[in-house]
Nanobody
Framework: QLQLVESGGGLVQPGGSLRLSCAAS????????IGWFRQAPGKEREGVSC????????YYADSVKGRFTISKDNTKNTVYLQMNSLKPEDTAVYYC????????????????????????WGQGTQVTVSS
């Protein structure tokens, strides 16, 4: 059974940090690009950050650039999203998603986040930023 499982969400104060994890089971992430998406109540799903299958090419939405870092550990079949300097507007359900072999170019990774282009989705983890 192919699964993506997110973890690491929770409640954090503004300015705080969280690290989200996305663990894959039933398939190898070696040939999959991974993206993190979020959806706040009443808003459309937004592509936050995506990374190529090799982990060498990341894309970040302008809203998180400089604060969030995506990384991919193919040996652990896991992708991480380090979120620093969190703001109340970062509050949302965060989902990870996988796309097989979309190409390693920045354009392909960016397209995965913006369109979005995905094959599998996780169930999501809640992130709440509030004092």
């Amino acid at each position: 059974q192919l699964q993506l499982v997110e973890s690491g969400g929770g409640l954090v104060q503004p300015g705080g940090s969280l690290r989200l994890s996305c663990a894959a089971s039933g398939f190898s992430l070696d040939v999959y690009a991974i993206g993190w998406f979020r959806q706040a109540p009443g808003k459309e799903r937004e592509g936050v950050s995506c990374i190529s299958s090799t982990g060498s090419t990341p894309y970040y939405a302008d809203s998180v650039k400089g604060r969030f870092t995506i990384s991919k550990d193919n040996t652990k079949n896991t992708v991480y999203l380090q979120m620093n300097s969190l703001k109340p507007e970062d509050t949302a359900v965060y989902y990870c998603a996988a796309r097989r072999n979309p190409g390693g170019s920045f354009g392909a990774v960016r397209a995965m986040c913006l369109i979005p282009l995905t094959d599998y989705w996780g169930q999501g983890t809640q992130v709440t930023v509030s004092s």
